[in-house]
């Protein structure tokens, strides 16, 4: 099993931004493709980003290309999202995901989970 612990969400005023941090535990962590999700009240968890494990091979939603970026530390064990020019419409639980194989689009793919960490912009 792989466990995950998302930290660095918080409070932001738009065009502000933050920096998301997942730590793993358990398996080696470079055996794992990661993603970032989020999921806002009364809509399902959406895809925000994917990783390859080696850390070459990035995906991106069309909403975030371009204020988003993705990137991990195999030898710390984290996984990270880099967030600017915030908008309120990225207000929502943040989430990283775990799988193994090649990183997807789809939550369902995703074998392991952490709790999340809110991330608010306010306008």
């Known amino acids: 099993q792989v466990q995950l612990v998302e930290s660095g969400g918080g409070l932001v005023q738009d065009g502000g931004s933050l920096r998301l941090s997942c730590a793993a535990s358990?398996?080696?962590?470079?055996?794992?493709?990661m993603g970032w999700f989020r999921q806002a009240p009364g809509k399902e968890r959406e895809f925000v980003a994917g990783?390859?494990?080696?850390?070459?091979?990035?995906y991106y939603a069309d909403s975030v290309k371009g204020r988003f970026t993705i990137s991990r530390d195999n030898a710390k064990n984290t996984l990270y999202l880099q967030m600017n020019i915030l908008k309120p419409e990225d207000t929502a639980v943040y989430y990283c995901?775990?799988?193994?194989?090649?990183?997807?689009?789809?939550?369902?793919?995703?074998?392991?989970w952490g709790q999340g960490t809110q991330v608010t912009v306010s306008s």
């Open positions: 990783l390859s494990r080696n850390g070459i091979t990035t």
């Open positions: 995901g775990a799988k193994n194989g090649i990183a997807r689009t789809s939550a369902r793919e995703y074998e392991y």
């Open positions: 358990g398996r080696t962590f470079s055996n794992y493709a």
